[in-house]
């Protein structure tokens, strides 16, 4: 079972994150980021591989894509707030996005 994240597990793991572009949705306990590509192709080849990890994890974003752009938001619907798979799978997509 995942747990949301600690007081100590916000402050390590998330922070490092929001100095990447993540942003802090306080209301709803989740992590959203904008991801621009070059172009569709760029933007759906990022959703594919993302999603295989995030099935992998069986952890899955809720996200949006129009062209070029993926909206990403992650929160753990399981503990109705953010836990450290929300880390690991932002972290997994900034790899992505970056490679
Ligand atoms: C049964 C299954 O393991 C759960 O429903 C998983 C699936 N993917 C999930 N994804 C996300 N983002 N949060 C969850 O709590 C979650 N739970």
New binding site residues.
Partial sequence: MTDKLSDTGRKTMLEPLLATGWELDEGRDAIAKTFVFDDFVGAFGFMTRAALWAEKW????EWSNVYKTVKVV??????DGLSALDVKLARKMDQIAGA
């Fill in positions: 069986d952890h899955h974003p992650l929160t753990t619907h399981d503990v």
